[in-house]
């Protein structure tokens, strides 16, 4: 029984009248401890499935179970499954100091230790705790991002679910999040399921990887398959030539 | 004074409260750079030094009538801006009279926006019929014409300054019911706000918590706009003798008790008038500066 | 020859809480050839791209020692000076053809500004001339381009757009500011094209300003590589696997690629020597 079960996953948004099927049709697993990617272009609906799980997209059809049961998004829920942003400018509430940030999932439910807990998280990712009381526009977009991991791994979930982490980061500061986000991963065994449009950055942090194009699933490779590029479709193959580095030789 | 402002600005506070005064002092020096947001300021110090200090500034009794002194004009000795048609000098009843607008100026900026923000944000926030029901609600009251309303409490309750601020109030608070509601709107759909719902947060906690903090700067904005419409409405309810009643030396009542004297002794109406002015032309000046600091838009960057 | 030739460019941004250096000191020269700048951000980058147009408004201020674009003094020109410099001579492609394109205004309208403004030409002929600049950026269905308000083309489709709105002038340099930065991967590489294409025909110089060492390094001549405000380093685009410079050589080494190893990606350790000026 795998951790993360989609089934014929459908969402669409009805905005004026107007219909769009966001996904349609897709069906994925992800095992616990695995880190599995979603990649495709604007449009593809990577980001859909995310926020699906999460009860911020309306799924019309397809189920979606997590550890064997149907999903629900109480407080237990909460403490199953967290999600990254992509944007760290948006992600954090601007008026709210670190400290409240990452206090905030801990007051709600009720645990305690607020005070130690949040200069560990600090710890945890890498950022000096004399930055508890900084707001996020003194902050780098990495820094900001950092916090946003950190937050998300406060009420220590099993699965934690990455929206395009790295996109708004420069190179560098791409290198040192993945880097956090494979040694936290190892640290604490946690499941990623992870959208990216660059399939170079999947394929450095997933093992497994779903090629989508306009809502549908167009096919599911291996690490070993991607790196060999041993695909089978034309569109998987057109993303890959795209992103792979032909600068080196 | 040095290491006061080296703890404000200190990047690395120590506690949340040093956090918060070192964002307040940076918007601080922000608005300084204004002039006109300072002048602004200066005016409403002003007011706030004279309605404190009024029984020392003030020269008279403000409601000691004096028939033989009667319309006296500007600098005459000892009343430098001259006397009423009872003998009272304008000055003193001036000086007072801040003390009445300062009055409904602080009832009215306290209940109007605290009432608007939360039916605003809660309509914003849930939508559907929440939504529709409590705009429905804002629309009602936004259909009342200030004066309309103040004349029925008038027939109901009697007229006085504590029902014609009840009546503003009551029709001041839809227009900040709409501005929470439009700022709710945009932020309701940000990424900070979905994680925090992610987290397991309730809508309370959501919308004090997260939400108000937003609408804030939008509100002090509209506040300090909007005193400038609270005055002369207040003025207006004076002039129409709905709101204070004499002797009180209410600046709206003052103009409408000289308005016999017109064109011979101007200054009966036209000094409360000047003051009227001037205080709205502060709060104007302030509130451009306050929307120039506060803006998310700026603030963000 | 020499088309444009800067000489210690400074901008400074005089805010509430002091001086903000963005670009400090920076100089290079460019011929009808390809320059890319690259940087991260806060470099500069985008700061020095704009000071050639003179683009940046109060509290910022540029400062140079010799601003020279075809022999004018850039630095010396008054507004309505540049403003003729600016759309004929140098023109501008920005990241995101949502913001960067007029929403209520339908594409063809804006194509047809400039010409029936600036250069007078009567309804027909700008049409005509608007209808061939989509042609030459390969948009196979110009008059239903020109009918169609921004917001309805895709993001490849109005970056295409606003390179063809740049060129109708013919300038003589152009400066694109991550023009494809904003772009899915596989419609990058189109747009990349259109735009080798057009620059090579019309001999036209290039500043192409990125975040993205390998692809400027594909596509243009020289590179310079900016850091804090400053030029680090500069070489030629073949040479980039030589380059000497450690942030050069940190900033190719961190990317993650297809097929590496996955292992901790080698991060930049930031030397503070790096920021400091010569």
Redesign the interface.
């Known amino acids: 029984m795998s951790l993360i079960e989609i089934d014929d996953l459908s969402v669409t948004f009805t905005a004026q009248g107007r219909e769009v099927r966001a996904v349609q049709g897709v069906s994925l697993r992800v095992d616990a401890r695995e880190s599995f990617g979603l990649v495709g272009?604007?449009g593809s609906g990577k980001s859909t499935i995310l926020r699906a799980i999460?009860g911020?997209a309306p799924v019309s059809g397809g189920s979606i179970r997590i550890g064997g049961e149907a999903l629900r998004h109480?407080?237990a829920?909460?403490r199953r499954?967290?999600?990254v942003?992509?944007?760290p400018?948006?992600?954090?509430?601007?008026?709210?100091?670190l400290?409240?940030t990452l206090s905030?999932?801990l007051a709600?439910?009720g645990i305690g230790g607020a005070d130690q807990r949040v200069m560990r998280a600090l710890e945890d990712v890498g950022l000096?705790s004399?930055?508890?009381?900084?707001?996020p526009?003194?902050l780098s977009?990495g820094q900001r991002q950092r916090v946003?991991i950190a937050?998300a791994l406060m009420?220590e979930p099993e699965i934690l679910l990455l929206d395009e982490p790295t996109s708004a980061l420069?190179?560098?500061?791409?290198?040192?999040v993945?880097?956090l986000l494979?040694?936290l991963r190892a640290e604490r065994g946690l499941t990623f399921l992870m959208v990216s449009?660059?399939?170079?950055?999947i394929?450095?942090v997933c093992d497994r990887v779903l090629v989508m194009q306009h809502g549908r699933a167009v096919e599911e490779l291996t690490r070993a398959e991607?790196?060999?590029a041993r695909m089978q479709t034309d569109y998987a193959r057109?993303?890959?030539e795209?992103?792979?580095?032909?600068?080196?030789g | 004074m040095s290491t006061l402002t080296e703890w404000l600005r200190d990047p690395n506070p120590t506690s949340r409260r040093q956090a918060k005064l070192g964002q307040l002092w940076l918007g601080w020096l922000r608005l300084k750079r204004n002039p006109l947001a300072m002048a602004g300021l200066v005016i409403i110090g002003l007011l706030l030094v004279i309605a404190a200090f009024a029984p020392v500034l003030a020269t008279h009794d403000p409601i000691a009538q004096n028939l033989q002194n009667r319309l006296q004009p500007p600098l005459t000795p000892g009343h430098w801006l001259g006397t009423d048609d009872f003998g009272r000098d304008i000055w003193s009843r001036i000086v007072y009279g801040s003390r009445i607008t300062l009055y409904i100026i602080a009832l009215v900026a306290v209940t109007a926006p605290l009432i608007g923000l939360m039916v605003g944000t809660v309509a914003g926030y849930f939508g559907g019929w929440v939504d529709a029901v409590l705009m429905r609600l804002t629309d009602i009251f936004l259909a009342f014409p200030r004066l309309i309303l103040a004349l029925a409490l008038v027939a109901v309750l009697g007229p006085g300054i504590e029902n014609a601020v009840l009546a503003i109030a009551l029709t001041a608070w839809p227009p900040y019911a709409r501005v929470a509601r439009a700022e709710t709107l945009t932020v309701r759909n940000s990424d900070y706000i979905a994680a925090v719902r992610l987290q397991g947060a309730g809508a309370g906690r959501i919308i004090w918590g997260h939400i108000v903090p937003m609408c804030l700067p939008s509100v002090i904005i509209r506040v300090t706009l909007d005193m400038a419409g609270v005055i002369l409405i207040a003025a207006g309810l004076g002039f129409l003798g709905l709101g204070a009643q004499p002797p009180l030396s209410e600046w709206g009542l003052m103009i409408s008790a000289g308005r016999k004297y017109l064109f011979e002794q101007w200054w009966v109406a036209t000094m409360p008038g000047l003051a009227i002015f001037i205080v709205s032309l502060g709060f104007n000046l302030l509130g451009d500066g306050l929307r120039d600091v506060l803006d998310p838009r700026s603030a963000a960057k | 020859m020499t088309l444009l030739s800067v000489k210690n460019l400074r901008v400074t941004f005089d805010t509430e809480t002091g001086r903000v250096e963005a670009v400090r000191g920076v100089s290079f020269s460019l011929g009808r050839e390809r320059l890319g700048i690259v940087g991260e951000s806060g470099s500069g980058k985008t700061m020095t791209g704009r000071s050639v147009l003179r683009l940046i408004r109060p509290p910022g201020r540029i400062e140079a020692d010799e601003m020279r674009f075809d022999g004018q003094d850039l630095m010396r020109l008054t507004e309505r000076e540049m403003r003729a410099l600016r759309g004929p001579r140098i023109a501008m492609v920005m990241q995101d053809p949502k913001y960067s394109l007029n929403p209520v205004m339908r594409v063809g309208d804006q194509l047809m500004e400039g010409l029936r403004k600036r250069d007078r030409l009567g309804r027909a002929e700008a049409r005509a001339k608007a209808i061939a600049a989509l042609e030459a950026v390969q948009i196979r269905d110009p008059e239903r381009v020109m009918e169609a308000y921004p917001h309805e083309l895709s993001g490849g489709m109005g970056q295409r757009v606003m390179i063809a709105m740049m060129l109708i002038p013919n300038p003589d340099l152009l400066i694109a500011d991550e023009p494809t930065s904003a772009l899915d991967v596989t419609v990058q590489a189109e747009v990349l094209k259109i735009l080798d294409d057009l620059v090579r025909s019309r001999g036209m110089g290039l500043i192409f300003i990125s975040h993205d060492l390998r692809l400027v390094a594909r596509f243009c001549d020289r590179v310079l590589v900016m850091y804090k405000g400053r030029v680090v380093e500069e070489l030629a685009a073949a040479d980039l696997l030589h380059a000497k410079h450690p942030y050069t050589q940190g900033l190719l080494n961190c990317l993650p690629r297809i097929g590496g190893d996955r292992g901790p990606l080698p991060g930049l350790d930031r030397d503070a020597a790096w920021a400091k000026e010569v």
């Open positions: 272009e604007s999460c911020l109480d407080r829920f909460a499954v967290q999600m942003f992509q944007d400018y948006a992600s954090l509430h601007p008026r709210h100091t400290d409240r905030e999932p709600i439910h000096p004399s930055f508890r009381f900084r707001y526009h003194q977009g946003a937050r009420l420069d190179a560098s500061v791409q290198a040192e993945l880097n494979a040694r449009h660059d399939l170079a950055v394929d450095h991607l790196a060999g057109s993303l890959f795209a992103s792979a580095d032909r600068l080196m």
